[in-house]
């Protein structure tokens, strides 16, 4: 899956740690979905878009669109 | 500062990284190897699998008291989680995990220390239930520590958690298959529970720490 968090945080001056604490999981969680090693939960996909105000199919995609 | 910019491209976490890590394991296997020879106890001597397990258990009890010595300090903590010298300090949840982790790790290596010693140093008779009570004992707090790091983690660890107990069940169910089959064709020795036990640990390490490498951070 693709995401778009790293450009958002980046937006928002937050460091890792700051998105990590807003969303209650651990910077490593963070890191790992913005490097995408990591696809998140549904629960976490849904806090993430509601935390950037976005509709949660603009900050994930999946691989194969396009195809 | 961000984590964007908290990169660090020269190198420094990786440079004090190793120097901390090689001097650190320098003086633990000084004072282990050392505290062997006081009680006479000759490594040359031992099975491959009892040196394999020696080996096991100090790198578990080292990592151990290394993580908890990290975790007294947030700053250093922090630097650890991002391996970076410029990332922010840990939070308590962070900290938290990580003593625990620590108190873990440190239990595994003095569990499987402890029979190791006891049957090389010659522990028998009256003082053998008794060392087996005390392994039970913290063989239980250990895993109460392992449910509190559950409880506590986030979804990223438990999965790296559940994702390290399949691979490890995939792999060990077909060791045990094969090693089983062979035994019974008569190609393969018998060998002891505490030999399955090693083998079985080693290869849950190696499957736990190659799933830790595919989400640790860059």
């Known amino acids: 899956m693709r995401n778009r968090l790293h450009m958002l945080r980046a937006e928002n001056r937050w460091t890792q740690a700051d998105l990590a604490e807003r969303l209650g999981v651990s910077r490593q969680t963070v890191n790992a979905i913005e490097t995408e090693k990591y696809d998140p939960s549904l629960e976490l996909a849904f806090r993430i878009a509601a935390l950037f105000g976005q509709p949660i199919e603009e900050l994930f995609t999946p691989d194969h669109r396009g195809e | 500062m961000t984590a964007i910019a908290s990169k660090d491209p020269n190198g420094q976490y990786r440079a004090v990284q190793m120097v901390v890590g090689v001097t650190a394991g320098a003086v633990i296997s000084y004072v282990f190897v050392t505290a062997l020879r006081h009680f006479g106890i000759n490594l040359k001597a031992m099975a491959w699998i009892d040196v394999m397990a020696l080996l096991q258990g100090m790198v578990f009890a080292a990592l151990g008291l290394i993580a908890l010595a990290i975790t007294m300090s947030p700053r250093l903590a922090g ?114 529970l505490w030999t399955a036990m090693v083998i079985t640990l080693g290869i849950y390490s190696v499957a736990s720490l190659a799933i830790a490498k595919r989400v640790r951070y860059r």
């Open chain 2, 79 to 192: 630097v650890q989680i991002e391996q970076a010298t410029d990332a922010p300090p840990a939070s308590r949840l962070e900290l938290t995990l990580g003593r625990l982790q620590g108190v873990v790790l440190l239990l595994a290596g003095l569990l499987m220390l402890t029979p190791l010693l006891a049957s090389e140093l010659g522990m028998s008779g009256e003082q053998t239930p008794l060392l087996f009570a005390v392994i039970v004992v913290g063989y239980l707090l250990q895993t109460g520590v392992n449910l509190a790091i559950w409880q506590r983690a986030d979804e990223l660890m438990r999965a790296m958690i559940a994702r390290t107990s399949a691979v490890s069940f995939w792999v060990l169910q077909g060791a045990l298959f094969l090693a089983a089959s062979a035994q019974k064709l008569g190609l393969l020795r018998e060998f002891s």
